[in-house]
């Protein structure tokens, strides 16, 4: 079993539509949640960052922790085509650590169309 | 200004050709990692390395060989290539605050 999973999609939704991203994962030892989007031919970058349980919104995007289900999201309001990526979330078990490692779900891969 | 940037970007050779990929960044970071995407997407960790000091070495080949002559530095040396190592090498590197990764724009390796 993996340690972190989440669906690949294909997602396509209609612009201004409200995008839900979800990943479970099975080791409760971490503590760490990163949303990272990699666009096409691009490397992945930081999205949202999350520390244990809880929400965090930065504008458009609003991350969701729930520690006792071991469930994460990420919800993307008013979506636009410029949304159109892969989402892949990530968590760590490291505290403030360089040593750390992050556990990658696979990617769910968003269209929106216009 | 690029912050991490690795070359090259595009990488197409023959089976059993020894190639090398390299990695800089100037963020001023102390560790850099090797990731290895496969065709669906899945990112796996390869490579750590925290101030030129090998911490992580997953199950990787031993055909693959990383080298960090500074911090500043990653590079990645492949000998044999094999048709199973198609797929796009990224680096990235880390402030150290709980996982935040900083990426390079990856190099595309297509075994032939």
């Known amino acids: 079993q993996k340690e972190v999973e989440q669906d690949p999609g294909p997602l396509s939704v209609p612009e201004g539509a409200i995008v839900s991203l979800n990943c479970t994962y099975s080791?409760?030892?971490?503590?760490?949640f990163m949303w990272y989007r990699q666009y096409s031919r691009k490397g992945p970058e930081l999205l949202m960052y999350t520390y244990s349980s809880g929400n965090k919104e930065d504008g458009r995007f609003t991350a969701q922790v729930d520690k006792s289900s071991k469930y994460i999201s990420l919800f993307i309001r008013d979506s636009q085509p410029s949304d159109s990526a892969t989402y892949l979330c990530?968590?760590?078990?490291?505290?403030?650590?360089?040593?750390?490692?992050?556990?990658f779900g696979r990617g769910t891969q968003l269209t929106v169309w216009p | 200004d690029t912050a991490v940037s690795q070359t090259p970007k595009y990488l197409v050779t023959q089976m059993g050709n020894d190639k090398s990929i390299k990695c800089e960044q100037n963020?001023?970071?102390?560790?850099m990692y090797w990731y290895k995407q496969d065709s669906k997407k899945f990112l796996k960790i390869m490579f750590s390395?925290?101030?030129?000091?090998?911490?992580i070495n997953e199950t990787v080949p031993n055909r693959f060989s990383p080298k960090s002559p500074d911090k500043a530095h990653l590079n990645l040396h492949i000998n044999s290539l094999e048709l199973g190592d198609s797929a796009v090498y990224f680096c990235?590197?880390?402030?150290?605050?709980?996982?935040?990764?900083?990426f390079g724009s990856g190099t595309q390796l297509s075994v032939l």
């Open positions: 390395y925290n101030n030129k000091e090998l911490i």
């Open positions: 080791n409760s030892a971490f503590q760490y």
């Open positions: 990235a590197s880390t402030p150290g605050t709980g996982g935040k990764l900083f």
């Open positions: 990530a968590m760590s078990d490291q505290a403030g650590s360089t040593l750390g490692r992050l556990y």
């Open positions: 963020l001023g970071h102390d560790t």
